[in-house]
């Protein structure tokens, strides 16, 4: 048998879910660019990553469990769920801890999804909905993004998600905000989409963005999951926290929930220097409001250029934005990473013509803002 036979032999071994599988694109690596142009001073705003790092509290907190790598992690994540439970006023049995927030959606397919059963989300929605729906064989059924709500066009319409539930629905996915379009639900809409859907369906709100949303109608929906035992709500250390190196994140739920996905749940799937970092990380306030500061100016910084130039883009709560660039954007990648910018095309997400661009610092936008105008000069 040559190579490429044993190969497509083994295609249809996999699982048929697997075999249609499109594998995740992460934002390009910055060694690689480094390796591929030779060239320093990159500025990579691909992956929603904190410009300003992590909290230096969470840094001095890696010390000590540096002595004890050779033991494994605290399987039940103890110290870092006691915290959690005091400071969003939850019980500690209501938390699931995960390899980074992925991982708790993952163990939410795991848990309630197979062949025969489907899960609904929206078009535009993060792009690890459908994955982890389709490798346990479960069907993804995606509503159209449309004019309903406040935030048309590419927001999720929870009319047109509600319309596609049936008695074979297990779970939900919302983003909120929605990554890539940074598009979000209000208390009011979310509320009654809650009061309207079937009890035995499992609503996931993914809140990965929650700590830079600075709008007033914004819900706080862990404060909902008593009177919603439905209610999934899961946050990351990824983004504001600026751990996304580390890999840790969470959801909260009925005690009932957490119980089957703490089953599912590989024993120590969180290390011991993320347990240690998230751990400090979430009690240091001033560095979750000084990153929600920046962006927020950033947003500003990019929502002018977008104006100045006449760039259409979607109006954003979380930080990064997606910028229309006037026709097929991968051209436009393209000579942003011959300037040593990385950005993230958006194509597999049905957004061919919007690149998505994460706020940095001040400096960074500036250097982006100005290199997509000259690059837009000699394109279009
Ligand atoms: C970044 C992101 C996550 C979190 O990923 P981690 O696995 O926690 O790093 C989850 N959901 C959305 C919508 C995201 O953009």
């Given at each position: 048998m040559t190579k490429t036979s044993i190969e497509s032999d083994f295609h249809t071994l996999a699982v048929a879910g697997v075999q249609g599988l499109q594998p995740y694109l992460p934002g390009k690596p910055i060694d690689e660019l480094e390796r591929e142009l030779g060239i320093s001073n990159i500025l990579k705003l691909a992956s929603n990553e904190n410009p300003l790092g992590p909290s230096s509290n969470a840094l001095r907190a890696l010390q000590d469990?540096?002595?004890?790598?050779?033991?494994?992690?605290?399987?039940?994540?103890f110290a870092l769920k006691q915290k959690l439970a005091a400071i969003l006023a939850i019980q500690r049995e209501?938390?699931?801890?995960?390899?980074?927030?992925?991982?708790?959606?993952?163990?939410?397919?795991r848990s309630f999804l197979t062949t025969g059963r489907n899960a609904v989300f929206s078009e535009h929605a993060f792009a690890v909905y459908p994955i982890v729906t389709q490798a346990v064989g479960a069907t993804a059924k995606v509503a159209t993004a449309h004019p309903t709500g406040h935030n048309m066009p590419y927001g999720h319409d929870l009319e047109a998600m509600l319309a596609l539930i049936d008695s074979n629905t297990r779970l939900v996915f919302i983003a909120n905000p929605n990554n890539p379009t940074g598009t979000w639900l209000t208390a009011d809409e979310?509320?009654?989409?809650?009061e309207r859907v079937p009890q035995d369906v499992i609503v996931v709100v993914d809140e990965a963005y929650f700590e830079y949303v600075d709008e007033p109608e914004y819900p706080n929906t862990m404060l909902w999951i008593?009177?919603?035992?439905?209610?999934?709500?899961?946050?990351?250390f990824s983004k504001i926290y600026g751990l996304a190196g580390l890999r840790v994140g969470y959801a909260v739920s009925s005690i009932e929930v957490a119980d089957l996905l703490n089953r599912v749940r590989q024993p120590f799937n969180v290390n011991t220097l993320a347990l240690a970092a998230a751990s400090a990380a979430i009690e240091d306030e001033d560095q979750v409001f000084v990153s929600a500061k920046v962006n927020q100016e950033g947003l500003?910084?990019?929502?002018?250029?977008?104006?100045?130039y006449a760039w259409p883009y979607i109006p954003s709560v979380g930080n990064f934005i997606c910028v229309d660039v006037g026709g097929d954007a991968q051209p436009v990648y393209d000579a942003l990473l011959q300037q040593g910018i990385i950005v993230r095309p958006v194509a597999n997400y049905k957004l061919p013509n919007h690149l998505r661009i994460t706020i940095g610092t001040e400096t960074q936008n500036t250097r982006c803002i100005a290199t997509l105008k000259q690059v837009l000069k000699e394109l279009r």
């Open positions: 469990p540096l002595q004890t790598l050779a033991l494994y992690p605290d399987g039940n994540g209501q938390i699931t801890l995960g390899n980074g927030s992925n991982d708790v959606l993952d163990l939410l397919a979310l509320e009654r989409f809650m008593e009177h919603y035992p439905n209610l999934v709500v899961t946050r990351t500003q910084q990019w929502m002018q250029a977008c104006e100045q």
